[in-house]
């Protein structure tokens, strides 16, 4: 019995993979296994390779594995591709509508199951992810019952017919996979898990139910991979609470038409990717300079320009941390799981409407789009905090000789007091000119340096929970593994093998990229020989970041991944013991 | 109940004399009034440029944004709070060069808000450059040898785009501005309102006189009929566009949040935002 195994399914985009391995992973979720699933896809809706590489285990994964144990495929293509990454004695089903083959010189089992063909006779050639799924069950001793609830929640509307088809189509491919390997074949089956539920959801959802839940009512946003999924979510959900999402005609539209509803008083996000954020960053600046909070997310994907828009990196992070002309305050924040993605979600509200500033909430593809087992959240740990914002209909006279109301009060932590437009006596004026206190232009000096002054105070006292994730177990460590974003999953990983090759390895995760924790990190970079910053760019951002902030630029070291895929934990493994 | 006093602050604009914007500010002034508008419910969002400036002379809540995106801010401050009148305001390049996906977009949403452009074919505060309203032909600091792109026809457009109100004006006509700004708040959906504002300073072909000279007034055009989209734009190619009237107004169409499904009838900045646990724990078990 084996306590995880990696799982991959692949063809033609378009061909129904993604569903099959839905289907597959929804159901051991339900068991209680931990799932992590990261799909190669292209930017384009029919045709070329895609596949989703699934792992199962009996505790918590935040990373893909290095190698395979068993490979659906539903062309040649597939098993060209990706057979190489199966482990020895490792299984490839394939349909034998396209007489699959395996190179020689491996070891590993080859069997070709008629998908397609069960699949036609049963109907309709669609179920042959089914008949996949059947197949699989076979090769991990799981009943083929295991699938009936998720098979009737998908098919339901469809009717009983629809749903028995589709039973039958799993129990066929199962009975013909059983025959074609004389019965059970061995180290494929798994562990019991737990039977507890989780939620089975991307690093996007998670962010569009903290949006949800943390009071967001309006959304403005523009289609792009990888951020599409939380305006989806938004565009279902709203209209129950009576918000709702408009999508703009473009990223400059989304995040201006956000900045207008927060400043009257409506908790707005828009979300978009790279070249997205790129087009919103004068918009970013007035709502520095207008102090009208304003949360964007970035999912970040390969750039520059068009650069690998279905493809993980996290190149932005320079981008988004000084992004804008001129001097704003600004919080970049990074998740590093789908949990704290949801949290973060709540949270960047919050800060961005306590400091009146813009909040940029920083994922990647891998954290946005990789799907997995989720731990139920906490409710009680979402709070709705508005600074502030002074919520009475009526204020009292001001002693303004227009009757204007001190928006920008220059105040001792920098943050005035805040009023939406309908309120009486809350009249001011807002712009992106530099202003005195009412919001009226002024190019005065002194007011210019008071009112600059006052803005960039805000942040001094900023209050971040867990603005570095530490696991710091030793006082003289060989290695520093810095990460943010989703590589938490595979350093979290390497360590133990690199720990059991006798080096001793603390790990920090930067969460709050921007202000950056200087000091948290300085403390943790004094306890190690060497600091190996893990990223997926090329020129090592955050590593940057952190030499311009800490110093110790001798110590800090470059382990750097470019080529649109996520880290395997081996990769980090080998590159670490190269540079120590 | 207030007066157009009562939309007016001390500060004092920085137009040249004999700007056409300080008649635009007048009429929206008294416009809000004789609506029956109070200061506090009125938002005035401006883009950049002269004109831009507008937000700051107007005794209402005003945004003063990015150049060309008074249409993006003014649909949010509209969606966030429907109880709010909003006029969104700037010159033509604002929003018939920059911003114009905005316009064109704005138009064809039809949210239920105000569009005033001052319309000066030039651009003035950076000094003389040609405007997407310049004729071909027009000599300006970035053509010297005349303008050869050719002029937008923005009222054309706003009806091919699908507007619900489509109007024109003229800036010493205060009377006529005024009644037509009325018209296009007590609108349901987006009024485009273009008003020739002429530009004293850098403009010296399209001057007050060279307006009174070319501009048919809808009016005296026997049997026209605003709710004839055909009429509208067969009345503004035969004039090249130079006419003054609600040249357009769709009354039957409903506006964009009165389509929106779910869309609060309440004001959404004063719905509640807690989400209730069993509802977060429903929206949880959707996911497992």
């Not at chain 1, 309006?218 to 951020?227: N, V």
């Amino acid at each position: 019995m084996i306590d995880q195994l990696s799982w991959k399914v692949g063809g033609q985009q378009g061909e129904g993979i993604d569903s099959t391995g839905e289907i597959f992973a929804m159901a051991l979720n339900r068991q209680g296994y931990y799932l992590y699933s990261y799909r190669h896809f292209s930017s384009r809706i029919k045709g070329g390779h895609t596949n989703n590489k699934i792992r199962v285990s009996t505790s918590e994964t935040r990373s893909i594995s290095d190698d395979l144990d068993i490979l659906i495929a539903f062309d040649q293509e597939t098993i060209d591709v990706n057979v190489h990454e199966l482990r020895d004695g490792g299984v490839v089903i394939g349909d034998s509508k396209f007489n699959p083959t395996v190179p020689e010189d491996l070891n590993v089992r080859l069997y070709a199951v008629p998908f397609t063909e069960i699949a036609s006779e049963l109907g309709t050639s669609l179920m042959k992810n089914m008949v996949a799924i059947g197949a699989t069950s076979a090769v991990l001793g799981l009943p083929v019952e295991s699938y009936l609830e998720v098979v009737e929640e998908i098919f339901a509307r469809k009717g009983a017919k629809v749903v028995e088809k589709n039973m039958e189509a799993i129990q066929k491919g199962a009975d013909r996979f059983n025959e074609l390997s004389g019965g059970q074949i061995d180290g494929f089956q798994l562990n019991k898990a737990d039977g507890k539920k989780r939620m089975f959801m991307i690093g996007n959802d998670a962010i569009a139910l903290g949006f949800v839940a943390g009071g967001v009512r309006f959304m403005s946003a523009y289609p792009i991979t990888p951020a599409s999924e939380i305006m989806e979510y938004l565009i279902k959900k709203l209209p129950e609470f009576g918000g709702t999402v408009i999508q703009t005609e473009d990223e400059i539209a989304a995040c201006t038409m956000a900045i207008g509803a927060n400043y009257a008083g409506v908790r707005t996000i828009t979300s978009s990717a790279g070249p997205g954020l790129s087009l919103m960053m004068e918009a970013l600046g007035l709502s520095g300079m207008t102090e009208v909070p304003l949360v964007v997310v970035d999912t970040q994907r390969g750039g520059p320009s068009t650069g690998l828009p279905t493809k993980q990196e996290q190149s932005d992070l320079m981008a988004m941390i000084y992004g804008t002309h001129g001097e704003i305050p600004k919080v970049v924040m990074a998740p590093s799981t789908v949990e704290e993605a949801f949290y973060d979600a709540v949270e960047a509200l919050n800060i961005a409407e306590e400091y009146q500033i813009p909040v940029i909430l920083l994922t990647d593809l891998q954290l946005s789009l990789g799907k997995q087992s989720v731990e139920p959240l906490d409710y009680s740990r979402v709070e709705i905090r508005r600074g502030k914002l002074d919520p009475k209909e009526e204020l009292p006279d001001t002693d303004d000789k227009d009757g204007y109301f001190k928006r920008y009060e220059v105040t001792e932590d920098g943050i005035s007091p805040r009023v939406i437009p309908g309120m009486k006596n809350g009249i001011h004026h807002v712009t992106g000119v530099e202003h005195d206190e009412t919001g009226k232009p002024s190019e005065v000096a002194a007011n210019r340096q008071k009112q600059m002054d006052k803005r960039l105070r805000k942040l001094q006292n900023l209050s971040f929970n867990v603005p570095v994730v530490k696991q710091a177990p030793h006082e003289e460590a060989d290695i520093l593994l810095v990460g943010f974003n989703s590589t938490r999953g595979v350093i979290e990983e390497a360590i133990p093998r690199l720990e059991a090759d006798g080096l001793k390895v603390n790990h920090a995760h930067i969460r709050l990229i921007h202000p950056f924790p200087a000091d948290e990190m300085r403390s943790m970079i004094d306890k190690a020989k060497n600091v190996i910053v893990v990223e997926n760019n090329a020129t090592g951002q955050l590593a940057n970041i952190l030499k311009m902030n800490v110093g110790q630029h001798e110590k800090i070291k470059n382990l750097l991944k470019y080529d649109g895929n996520p880290f395997l934990p081996s990769e980090v493994v080998m590159k670490c013991k190269e540079l120590v | 109940m207030a007066t157009f006093k009562d939309f007016r602050n001390s500060i004092k604009p920085n137009w040249c004399p004999g700007c056409g914007d300080f008649s635009v500010q007048a009429a929206i002034q008294r416009a809000a009034a004789n609506v029956g508008l109070e200061p506090d419910n009125l938002a005035v969002v401006s883009g950049i440029g002269c004109s831009g400036r507008i937000s700051g002379y107007i005794k209402s809540y005003g945004f003063h944004g990015i150049h060309g995106r008074s249409l993006p801010i003014a649909q949010g401050v509209k969606m966030a709070n429907r109880d709010l009148t909003v006029i969104a305001s700037g010159g033509d390049g604002d929003g018939f060069a920059i911003g114009m996906g905005h316009t064109v977009h704005a138009i064809r949403r039809n949210i239920d808000i105000t569009y005033i452009v001052m319309d000066n074919q030039i651009y003035g505060l950076t000094k003389g450059q040609t405007s997407p309203r310049s004729d071909v032909g027009f000599k300006t600091k970035s053509t010297p040898e005349g303008s050869v792109e050719s002029a937008i026809g923005v009222m054309e457009l706003a009806l091919t785009a699908g507007a619900t109100f489509v109007a024109q004006s003229f800036s010493t006509d205060l009377k006529e501005l005024t009644s037509i700004i009325e018209a296009g708040i007590n609108h349901k959906g987006f009024s485009l309102i273009n008003v020739f504002s002429p530009c004293v300073t850098y403009n010296k072909v399209n001057t007050y006189d060279w307006f009174k000279e070319h501009l048919v007034s809808l009016g005296t055009i026997e049997d026209y009929d605003s709710s004839n989209r055909m009429m509208a734009m067969q009345t503004l190619m035969e004039n090249k566009g130079l006419v003054k009237g609600i040249i357009y107004q769709d009354k039957v169409k409903p506006s964009y949040q009165d389509l929106a499904h779910g869309y609060s009838k309440e004001a959404l900045a004063k719905v509640d935002l807690n989400l209730p646990e069993e509802k977060f724990n429903q929206l949880m078990s959707e996911f497992m």
